[in-house]
């Protein structure tokens, strides 16, 4: 069903990364009987609302980047974006350490390489992982003014920021502007990208000049 489900929206996967994304699959739906993962566990909405909508993004990623995911979750868009990128290297970070045991297994169960740690990104910012990264991604955390607070914090100068956000941007980009700015950032590309009836905008910022060391904010409002 997944490979299929992949092939209607013209995203190829070999037999390799089809048998990673079933095994995520089934690992998902055990973890989450003992605790909530996701709302959403037909195999056929996951594949869409999670899988695919994880890995659409992943042409703009840099061949070889180091990618820090910022509330991963139950691991959307970095485990996917690892199952068809096996050339990028992927941090997850999560506030929630039941979801930090879940992130750590799942890599184990799928043999691929990857770090998962229970930490926040406003924490991470203030120690070795600042301006670390090639890439700082999220997807479905919060509005962009608070998180280009949370990703550029932890992006090198020339690298970027990836959102994943809903297809009504263009307001919260406006307000988001100045933080942008004075974060080090310039919003580089906005691009629209329409599948199974979901829309959804993928911003791509990249990091212009060194994060102020005030910033983040301990306490990001």
Do not use: C
């Not at 955390?141 to 992006?155: A, D, E, G, I, S």
């Not at 297809?167 to 590309?189: D, H």
């Amino acid at each position: 069903m997944i490979k299929e489900i992949f092939a209607e929206h013209n995203v190829k996967i070999d037999e390799r990364e089809v048998g990673l994304f079933e095994t995520y699959y089934q690992n998902l739906i055990s973890w989450n009987q003992k605790f909530n993962l996701t709302a959403i566990t037909d195999k056929g909405e996951v594949a869409v609302k999670h899988f695919l909508d994880s890995v659409i993004a992943q042409r703009y990623f840099p061949y070889g980047a180091s990618v820090v995911d910022v509330g991963s979750g139950a691991g959307f868009p970095a485990i996917p974006l690892k199952i068809v990128r096996g050339d990028i290297d992927i941090t997850m970070l999560e506030a929630l350490n039941k979801r930090v045991n879940f992130l750590q297994d799942t890599l184990a169960v799928l043999d691929l390489p990857g770090k998962a740690f229970h930490l926040r990104a406003e924490e991470a910012a203030y120690g070795p992982m600042r301006e670390s990264f090639d890439v700082a991604t999220a997807r479905a955390v919060t509005n962009t003014k608070q998180l280009v607070q949370y990703l550029l914090p932890l992006v090198k100068v020339g690298g970027s920021a990836i959102l994943y956000k809903g297809a009504e941007i263009e307001e919260e980009l406006k307000e988001a502007e100045g933080a942008v700015k004075t974060l080090g950032g310039m919003i580089s590309r906005v691009d629209r990208v329409d599948f199974a009836g979901l829309g959804r905008s993928i911003v791509v910022i990249d990091k212009i000049f060194t994060t102020p060391k005030i910033y983040p904010k301990k306490k990001i409002k």
